[in-house]
């Protein structure tokens, strides 16, 4: 008796032609498998997108909000944008991508050319001012600078007189208050470059 007969085939010779069906006969059914898909279901990123962009948004609203407050609070003088002019501007001189973070304010008829070359020299490296009317109390004296060059200029026998060191004195206190250059002694003026 042949036991070979007896022996089934090997699975190897079945054909591949036929879907493999282990998983399914796995897969549990019911409230089991439930459990299971919640267990291994992949979690929701729309939520997390969602909060970084409101997050994003916020800080960069408030970045705006309280860097434009910021500069919106700030003066300086400096030539205007010709160059040919003295002008007030709200903001702080400088660009940032291309956008200038000042806008002009109030143009003067102070001419760069008529200014003392102190003067021209602060004009030119912007004058910071803490408000529109100190910036204005700076084109004022400004402009009286350039009348007492014009005067000291036309009229030598004045210097001489008494009638300058009071000037001087008026100055240099308006000057002090108003926290020019000319009562710092550091910074020379131009009487004493003329002289020295």
Same mark, same amino acid.
């Given at each position: 008796?042949?036991?070979?007969? =007896?022996?089934?085939?090997?699975?190897?010779?079945?054909?591949?032609?036929?879907? +493999?069906?282990? %998983?399914?006969?796995?897969?549990?059914?019911?409230?089991?498998?439930?459990?299971?898909?919640? @267990? +291994?279901?992949?979690?929701?990123?729309?939520?997390?997108?969602? $909060?970084?962009?409101?997050?994003? &948004?916020?800080?960069? *609203?408030?970045?705006?909000? %309280? &860097?434009?407050?910021?500069?919106?609070?700030? %003066? +300086?003088?400096?030539?205007?944008?010709? /160059?040919?002019?003295?002008?007030?501007?709200?903001?702080? =001189?400088?660009?940032?991508?291309?956008?200038?973070?000042? @806008?002009? $304010?109030?143009?003067?008829?102070?001419?760069?050319?008529?200014?003392?070359? /102190? =003067?021209?020299?602060? $004009?030119?490296?912007?004058?910071?001012?803490?408000?529109? @009317?100190?910036?204005?109390?700076?084109?004022? $004296?400004?402009?009286?600078?350039?009348?007492?060059?014009?005067?000291?200029?036309?009229?030598?026998?004045?210097?001489?007189?008494?009638?300058?060191?009071? =000037?001087?004195?008026?100055?240099?206190? #308006?000057?002090?208050?108003? &926290?020019?250059?000319?009562?710092?002694?550091?910074?020379?003026?131009? #009487?004493?470059? @003329?002289? *020295?």
């Amino acid at each position: 008796m042949d036991r070979v007969d =007896d022996v089934p085939a090997p699975a190897q010779s079945a054909s591949f032609d036929e879907p +493999y069906d282990d %998983f399914d006969r796995r897969r549990p059914r019911g409230r089991a498998a439930r459990e299971r898909e919640s @267990e +291994y279901r992949p979690r929701r990123w729309w939520p997390m997108v969602l $909060v970084f962009v409101v997050i994003v &948004g916020l800080v960069a *609203g408030a970045a705006y909000y %309280f &860097g434009r407050q910021y500069v919106d609070s700030q %003066f +300086y003088v400096g030539p205007s944008a010709s /160059g040919d002019t003295v002008s007030i501007y709200q903001g702080i =001189d400088t660009d940032i991508a291309g956008f200038s973070l000042s @806008e002009e $304010v109030e143009p003067s008829r102070i001419r760069m050319d008529d200014l003392t070359e /102190g =003067d021209r020299s602060a $004009v030119e490296n912007t004058i910071p001012v803490e408000s529109l @009317e100190e910036a204005r109390n700076r084109i004022t $004296v400004l402009s009286e600078s350039i009348a007492e060059a014009a005067s000291a200029a036309s009229d030598p026998d004045a210097r001489d007189s008494g009638s300058d060191a009071t =000037d001087a004195g008026t100055r240099t206190t #308006e000057d002090a208050t108003t &926290g020019d250059s000319p009562a710092n002694p550091a910074v020379p003026t131009t #009487e004493t470059q @003329e002289s *020295g």
